[in-house]
């Protein structure tokens, strides 16, 4: 069965306490504290594996926890490191909280190794402790708790193109035709279950990868039919190939058909709508004029001027298909060749726990700029992508909650000052 999405448990590995001990050897008159550090938890990693195509293992195992750091032992011996879990998914898999439906991760394109929750930070055991006017402390650190989280995983293919249209009106045939994909081809509806990715040559230009969406029909965002399941497929995708059955073997009008699943699309994703389309009228072969009017002149006349050219073709014969594919070259030329990415909206490393990293609030008066610097504000750089509008979001966001703000505002910064952050420079505004 194939299994596009599944819902997880995940916990990192909770920190070894540290121990409390005291020397107590022969011939060692003034043994002091030797209690050792707790190790590290562990830390749940997710990775792109090519060799999965699924999410079929995570039905069947829904919680993954990561190893518990070890206690410190006495001696000064350190506890052993929590082993990590990897979590290995599909290249295209986005990781989502399951609460909110924010998206934390989407393992696409560079981004095939991702620390999802890191291991809690083993606790120091009481040698460090000890002063000299506290030469034997009773007391150490306790290793920091284990982080949580609910995942929602949605596997969403990497495709160049996708290929939409009514049951049975021949995209498995033209998936075939065209690649090296193998779907089940039958002469009834829905006869593909999943969706099927194809590889297409082109022997004197780039090719590109094509999936096969399965089962749209109308009121598919809706849930109803097999569209709703594969939608998702389609999301990735940068130009659409729109097949109709041209002949309107089963009744249906080409016309029609292509109104209704773009309202489909737009219903499911208005974004999806606007991305270029190419119509491939399929079953030229099977058309019989007889004082009607030519169906392939009729999709012309209604769809040619608004952009969106009409390629007549034969999927059984390979009629027109040439000239279809090599079209579609020309127009993934036309646009950027980026893979699509989704957007990280939830940072669990800054909601799930309060970040023990100092950081420092001052005004550089020779460069009369207010500065903003320390370990937590670097790593939340290192978190955030600024130039999207949700990370600049959260960036304002992690100012306020941190008291930044109050902090700026103490120190006297006005509207239009410079604020700093480590090579940054931002003009404050409230």
Known sequence: MFADRAKIYVRSGKGGDGHVSFRREKYVPNGGPDGGDGGDGGSVILVVDDGLNTLTDYRHVQKYHAQDGENGKKRNCRGKNGADIILKVPEG??????????????MSGENRNFVLLSGGRGGNGNQ????????APKYAQPGQPSKELELLMELKVIADVGLVGFPNVGKSTLLTKVSNARPKVANYHFTTLNPHLGVVDLQDAKGFVIADIPGLIEGASEGIGLGFEFLRHIERTKVIIHMVDAAGTEGRDPIEDIYAINKELEAYNPDIALRPQVIAANKTDMIYVDGGDDPIIRLKKEFEPKGVSVYPISAISGKGIRELLYHVRNMLDRLDDKPIIFEQEFFPEYMLSVSEDPYTVIYDEAAQEYVIEGPRIEKMLGYTNLESEKGFAFFQNFLKENGILDQLEALGIQEGDTVRMYGLSFDYYK
């Not at 898999?93 to 989407?106: L, M, N, P, Y």
């Not at 460090?128 to 030469?135: G, I, L, R």
């Open 128 to 135: 460090h402790y000890a002063t000299s006017t506290m030469q």
């Open 93 to 106: 898999t986005v990781i989502r909280e399951a609460e909110s439906g924010k998206v934390i991760t989407d």
